[in-house]
């Protein structure tokens, strides 16, 4: 079989449907929220990439913004069909049902290898890139028996651990997210572990074609991993380990965090040691992570209804705020960060028109988006 044999959803978007989601997504100051924000705004993808030149100019972008073209996004697409990858958008059956619960999905998933791999239960495995050899061989066992269990084995293809556990998945699948482009694999020695995993697994990126990875594209990676899985296990962290960043993030998407002790006088095992200490299910053998994860898999997943994961607007069209609400929502804005409620309260405006007008800021790449509902101005 070849890799991209398998690569046809049961149901499709059209095609001119699918270029205007990567148009939009791929536009300056656009990421998977405001993404989300827009079309829960103008009722539908192409209305909002309409929407987008007037929005910059209201909110004081300094340049006209780039929206990216038909011509571009076609470009892209094409380049993805012939290196064997293709796009799946949030509201197509395909879209893994646990990626599309986060707060911020990727509105579009590029993907090789075997789909039938993301309708499976996954369980990620992550940790140290200078792994002990204790730990990579740990990692391993762990990915061996979780695949014969029936599960898929998610990480970030780094080196040490992600590769430990990617490589004794190979057989029964396993999946890779990448932190960028297909055709930019980092490391670059993982080239041909990908050319493996994609037979029976996949390689998912919401990166365009061509991205180099950079440092801050790692934290995004890692919220997918953890997305997809039930649970994350953490084999090896550092005090500051990217690992962390995985265990962080599953706890907040309410997923399982699971952590190997280690000896205290390991560093790689001082991140692990404060999991544990944090709360993390402690792990010794592969059994501690099945009999956590079936009761979990016996509830079933609740997938998101076609409705919730739609290009339908969430109310009626609003009005726009007037040039004076605008003006008084920037004055109450600065460089520290200020909750929406807050704004909502000291401007007297509707909640609507608050965030109508941080839309317009976030567009003309003047917002800041500090989480826990905290913005603010550049």
């Excluded at 929206?67 to 996004?73: D, K, L, T, Y």
């Excluded at 992570?289 to 079936?294: D, K, L, M, N, S």
Aim: glycine letters at 10%; one cysteine or more; aromatic letters at 4%.
């Amino acid at each position: 079989m070849r890799a991209g044999d398998t690569l046809k959803a049961p149901t499709r978007v059209s095609e001119e449907e699918l270029l205007d989601w990567l148009r939009l997504i791929r536009s300056d100051n656009i990421g998977p929220r405001t993404f989300h924000d827009l079309v829960s705004h103008y009722g539908d993808v192409r209305s909002a990439l309409a929407a987008l030149p007037d929005l910059a100019r209201r909110g004081g972008s300094a340049r006209p913004l780039r929206v990216c073209s038909r011509e571009q996004a076609a470009a892209e697409l094409k380049t993805a069909r012939q290196a064997g990858v293709e796009f799946f958008t949030l509201n197509e059956p395909v879209y893994p049902s646990r990626l599309q619960m986060i707060d911020d999905p990727p509105p579009v998933i590029a993907v090789r290898g075997n789909l039938a791999t993301l309708a499976r239960p996954m369980i990620a495995i992550v940790g140290s890139r200078n792994a002990s050899a204790a730990g990579a061989k740990f990692a391993e066992r762990m990915a061996r028996d979780l695949g014969e269990a029936g599960f898929v084995v998610v990480s970030g293809l780094a080196r040490g651990i992600d590769a430990a556990a990617h490589r004794a998945s190979l057989s029964t699948g396993t999946v890779a997210v990448l932190a960028g482009g297909h055709d930019r694999i980092y490391p670059t020695e993982h080239t041909g572990l990908v050319e493996r995993l994609v037979l029976n697994g996949a390689a998912i990126s919401e990166m365009p074609f061509g991205w180099e990875p950079r440092a801050h594209d790692f934290p995004r990676r890692n919220r997918l991993i953890s997305g997809l899985s039930l649970g994350v296990v953490v084999v090896e962290a550092a005090r500051r380990s990217g690992s962390l960043i995985s265990a962080r993030l599953a706890g907040e998407q309410g997923r399982e965090v699971f952590a190997v002790p280690g000896s205290p006088l390991d560093p790689r095992s001082e991140g692990t040691n404060g999991l544990l200490k944090q709360g993390a299910t402690p792990v010794t053998e592969p059994a501690d992570v099945i009999a956590a994860i079936e009761p979990i898999l016996g509830r079933g997943l609740s997938r998101p209804s076609a409705q919730e994961v739609s290009q339908e607007p969430l109310a009626a069209p609003q009005t726009d705020p007037g040039n004076d609400e605008r003006g008084r929502l920037v004055e109450l804005l600065g460089p520290t960060p200020v909750s929406i409620d807050d704004l909502v309260r000291l401007s007297c405006s509707s909640a609507t028109h608050v965030r109508s007008v941080l839309l317009e800021l976030e567009i003309a790449g003047r917002l800041v988006r500090h989480g826990a509902g905290l913005v603010s101005l550049l």
